[in-house]
């Protein structure tokens, strides 16, 4: 794994303002601001864009680099691909590999965009045929598959007649040329097919198949070569013993929890015999147990390797200390060829624990330290390259001359620049890559001159508040965030906002959130206000400081907050027993007294008036707070007055605006007050519209008494049997029935049910039910008879069925006529004769009366028009307009009428013609 840091740096200070604060690339005008792998066909094209948003510089140069990996710092490993800022790829197999496009002004700062990986695509395989004879025991004989010409790279499989090598038991004869070849003696490839020691059985038709992966031709298969191999009728000796190993494949580079398959290939005479060893050279077998060795961070368990002859299977990786050295060596009676393996995991894609600000200011001699924030594993590798690098060359003593000293924190990836000048302002790019990928941040650092720390009050308006210099005016309820924004050089580190009261209960439910701006050289303190009341209101103080020179520099702001709200009017007078108030009624009671009022509400608080149509009562204004205000007038128990009436105004101004309310007039009302009266029983059960009285034993009873009165009545319920010699009523029993009243202004309801049915409850036919209603002035009582009947509650009266009776004849009729109408139609009847009884009612087209017709008028006279309207039941068109219909003589038999003719085969929409034929 490799880290790179570029430092690249602008000095002139016209461009203090120029940062790249985002680098980005187009892709077929697709935008991307990370790393993109962009799969295209071979012959296709891509446009591709570079740019920076950078702001003060007009004069960019950018290059294109192409390199075969993520990422590399060495200048020779990556080739130019073009100087403009756009270029047009045209896709074909020289171009895929990974672009990335460094931006570099003439300022002298440089930066690099993100990685875009383009795979072109290409799958184009031409099948070769040829014969191959082999002698017996030749110890090594080379299949070659053709020259592929596929990307991305595809899936290579040998067969001997149609069935995969790997598939059949050649003794480790045969085998496909995987991974590295460790020997060139017999010009042996990867993907070539080798046999070894050659029998008569390995004659046969072998192929190289390849099949395709990516994204365009994924799954498409093609046969490269095929080979025809005979046994020559010579034969080779063979009386060597050597053994030599000819490729190793460590089977990639799999992640931690997946299995790996390690291969080795060898020839020999006769055919070689092999064994897995470890980094301390202990034997390998499938039985085995292993435990962990600290020494060489090599763990096993059981199961955790399986040898099979020439290859040796990782069945689980289990952790990243696996990353090992394998061996393996193949034996003959007198030779041992041994080659190592090394088992290593895949790359995991870098990344950054967390995003940085983009800016960072500062002032001259200050200590710069930039956190990147890496979360890398294994060796570091720091190399500096990029445009500007002049700038910061490294002594000896690891000092930068005459600017301050440069040092990077290994373990901690931090960048700490000491010292540093007015004229180091620059870009710090860290790029973070390896096989798997490429990640990058940058910094912009600005240094200027130092400056004291300053405060401003930066809260916006909204509709809820007005923000005028350091004063907020704010509508009572609203949600808001009151915002004060330091500013400085070095950037204020902090910011605080003191509330009036910092001991209120209101000042600990208070957010404050800040925020540092690097960018801009600004620290923001926000203070989140959730509905503002009135005790929100008053002085808040925000401060910000800064360092300089090691004196702390303190500024500070006084913000005043005032809630308000504009005036609002209402109704304020209340019920009492002898009082009762509906809307903007008050009903009194004679020789009681009466208070009856208005309330203004406000911030500031209003100023309440009323306007009046005598002087009865006494009228006084009451402050309740600092918010509201009542005006009220009170009438003695002995005024003279039967009514009044009033209107009450309220005003109150909100920064130098007067606002004002009023609400409608109220009357004042002074009655006689008396005991309840208009008592009523209502019996509302299923059986009551056809009865009253009536009560089926299969319902609940459900009495409902009613009652005017003022003040509002309550009520208790009696009952009696009015068959019982007892003739007293008696009180209801809680366990069989339940009362509910409902209250509204002058009437009271009280509702009456049994639980359960009336025939669970009473063992009678007739009861009487008594309902009292009582208030302050006295009593009212009213009595219901009620009859238990054994009729069911969903009986149907006779009227009903009379009803449902009258209703289906009706329907019967109606029926009966228009199925007649369908008939008469249907079976082609058009004449009067033919419709008895309807003849009156329906089709007065039928065989009209005919008008003389003089013989001697034009035979192109258009005055049929009664035939119309029959004829075109049957024709599309009226005849006496059809394009194609010409007058002809009459015949003898239609003297009175003339008669047309179509020259053409007209289409008839009905199926039979027989009425109508004689018309023609």
């Known amino acids: 794994m490799y880290l790179i840091l570029v430092l690249l740096s602008y000095i002139t200070s016209a461009v203090l303002s120029s940062?790249?604060?985002?680098?980005?690339?187009?892709?077929?005008?697709?935008?991307?601001?990370?790393?993109?792998?962009?799969?295209?066909?071979?012959?296709?094209?891509?446009?591709?864009?570079?740019?920076?948003?950078?702001?003060?510089?007009?004069?960019?140069?950018?290059?294109?680099?192409?390199?075969?990996?993520?990422?590399?710092?060495?200048?020779?490993q990556r080739s130019e691909a073009s100087t403009s800022r756009t270029f047009t790829v045209a896709a074909n197999s020289t171009h895929t590999g990974y672009y990335m496009c460094l931006i570099q002004s003439e300022e002298g700062y440089a930066v690099f965009t993100p990685v875009l990986h383009v795979i072109v695509e290409y799958f184009d395989i031409e099948t070769e045929s040829a014969k191959k004879t082999i002698e017996p025991n030749e110890k090594v004989a080379v299949l070659k598959c053709s020259q592929i010409n596929a990307n991305p790279a595809p899936i290579v499989?040998?067969?001997?007649?149609?069935?995969?090598?790997?598939?059949?038991?050649?003794?480790?004869?045969?085998?496909?040329?995987?991974?590295?070849?460790?020997?060139?003696?017999?010009?042996?490839e990867v993907n070539d097919l080798v046999i070894l020691n050659y029998q008569d059985k390995f004659a046969?038709?072998?192929?190289?198949?390849?099949?395709?992966?990516?994204?365009?031709?994924?799954?498409?298969?093609?046969?490269?070569?095929?080979?025809?191999?005979?046994?020559?009728?010579?034969?080779?000796?063979?009386n060597d013993n050597s053994s030599q190993i000819l490729f190793i494949d460590n089977g990639g580079k799999p992640n931690v929890g997946e299995a790996i398959t390690l291969r080795c290939g060898a020839c020999g005479y006769p055919t070689p015999s092999y064994e897995w060893h470890d980094t301390n050279d202990k034997k390998l077998q499938t039985s085995d147990v292993y435990e962990r060795h600290s020494s060489n961070k090599i763990r096993y368990q059981n199961e955790y390797v399986e040898v099979l002859e020439t290859s040796m299977i990782v069945k689980s990786i289990k952790a990243v200390d696996d990353d090992a050295e394998y061996k393996c060596a193949a034996l003959t009676a007198t030779s041992k060829s041994v080659e190592s393996i090394r088992l290593t995991l895949s790359d995991t894609v870098p990344r950054f624990n967390s995003t940085m600000d983009n800016s960072q200011y500062n002032i001259p001699g200050a200590t710069i330290t930039i956190d990147f924030g890496l979360k890398v594993k294994g060796q570091i590798d720091i190399s500096w390259n990029g445009q500007g690098l002049d700038k910061f060359l490294l002594n000896?003593?690891?000092?930068?001359?005459?600017?301050?000293?440069?040092?990077?924190?290994?373990?901690?990836?931090?960048?700490?620049?000491?010292?540093?000048?007015?004229?180091?302002?620059?870009?710090?790019?860290?790029?973070?890559?390896?096989?798997?990928?490429?990640?990058?941040?940058?910094?912009?650092?600005?240094?200027?001159?130092?400056?004291?720390?300053?405060?401003?009050?930066?809260?916006?308006?909204?509709?809820?508040?007005?923000?005028?210099?350091?004063?907020?005016?704010?509508?009572?309820?609203?949600?808001?965030?009151?915002?004060c924004t330091g500013s400085g050089n070095p950037t204020p580190s902090d910011i605080s906002i003191d509330v009036p009261d910092s001991t209120s209960a209101i000042a600990s439910s208070l957010v404050k959130v800040n925020n540092r701006h690097h960018r801009e050289g600004k620290y923001i303190g926000n203070l989140l206000i959730d509905k503002v009341t009135e005790q929100y209101a008053g002085v808040y103080k925000c401060c910000s400081h800064n360092f300089i020179k090691g004196l702390k520099e303190t500024a500070c702001v006084s913000i005043t907050l005032a809630v308000e709200e504009r005036v609002s009017v209402t109704q304020h007078s209340e019920d009492t027993d002898y009082t009762l108030v509906i809307g903007n009624q008050v009903y009194g009671t004679t020789g009681y007294p009466l208070s009856a009022s208005c309330k203004a509400t406000g911030l500031p608080r209003p100023t309440i008036s009323m306007k009046r149509n005598n002087d009865c009562g006494t009228v006084s204004t009451i402050t309740k707070s600092n918010d509201i205000e009542i005006i009220q007038v009170d009438y003695a128990n002995d005024t003279v007055c039967n009514t009044d009436s009033f209107q009450c105004c309220g005003n109150n101004t909100i920064q130098g605006t007067n606002y004002s309310d009023c609400y409608e007039t109220i009357t004042i009302s002074f009655v006689d007050q008396e005991k309840p009266n208009d008592v009523k029983i209502e019996n509302v059960g299923n059986l009551a519209s056809d009865d009253s009285s009536l009560v089926s034993l299969m319902e609940t009873l459900q009495l409902k008494c009613s009652a005017k009165s003022f003040p509002e009545s309550e009520f208790t319920w009696e009952y009696r049997n009015s068959d019982s010699t007892s003739n007293t009523f008696q009180r209801l029993e809680s366990s069989k029935f339940q009362t509910s009243e409902t209250n509204s202004k002058g009437f009271t309801y009280s509702m009456l049910n049994t639980i359960g049915t009336a025939g669970d409850l009473f063992t009678g036919k007739n009861y009487e039910f008594q309902c009292t209603a009582k208030n302050i002035f006295g009593e009212t009582s009213v009595i219901k008879s009620i009859q238990i009947t054994s009729t069911a509650a969903n009986q149907v009266s006779a009227s009903v069925y009379l009803g449902v009776g009258i209703v289906l004849f009706i329907t019967a009729l109606v029926a009966v006529f228009v199925m007649y109408i369908f008939f008469i139609i249907s079976s082609g009847k058009k004449k009067r004769a033919d419709l008895g009884i309807m003849r009156c009612l329906i089709c007065k087209c039928c065989e009209p009366k005919q008008p003389p017709v003089d013989r001697y008028q034009p035979p192109y006279d258009y005055k049929l028009l009664s035939l119309e309207k029959c004829a075109t039941n049957s024709f599309h068109v009226p005849l006496y307009s059809h394009p194609r219909l010409v007058p002809v003589e009459p015949s003898d038999s239609f003297e009175r009428a003339p008669v047309y003719r179509e020259l053409e085969q007209m289409t008839i929409q009905t199926n039979s013609m027989s009425k109508y034929e004689q018309l023609f």
């Open 19 to 76: 940062d790249p604060s985002e680098v980005f690339i187009t892709v077929n005008e697709a935008y991307f601001t990370t790393n993109k792998v962009i799969n295209i066909k071979s012959g296709e094209k891509l446009s591709i864009d570079c740019a920076s948003s950078v702001i003060g510089s007009d004069a960019v140069n950018y290059k294109w680099y192409l390199s075969k990996r993520p990422y590399t710092s060495q200048v020779n």
């Open 157 to 188: 499989t040998w067969k001997k007649d149609g069935v995969d090598v790997r598939n059949i038991n050649l003794d480790s004869n045969v085998m496909h040329v995987t991974g590295k070849v460790v020997d060139r003696q017999y010009n042996i």
């Open 204 to 238: 046969g038709t072998y192929t190289c198949d390849v099949e395709a992966t990516g994204t365009f031709f994924e799954g498409r298969t093609s046969t490269a070569k095929s080979y025809i191999v005979k046994t020559a009728a010579s034969f080779s000796l063979m």
């Open 396 to 483: 000896s003593d690891n000092t930068m001359a005459n600017r301050g000293k440069l040092n990077l924190d290994n373990d901690n990836n931090v960048l700490t620049v000491e010292n540093i000048q007015k004229n180091s302002s620059g870009v710090f790019q860290c790029i973070v890559y390896n096989e798997a990928g490429m990640v990058s941040q940058y910094k912009t650092v600005i240094i200027r001159e130092s400056q004291p720390a300053k405060v401003a009050h930066t809260t916006a308006s909204t509709p809820d508040i007005t923000v005028k210099g350091n004063d907020i005016h704010s509508v009572r309820g609203a949600n808001f965030t009151m915002q």
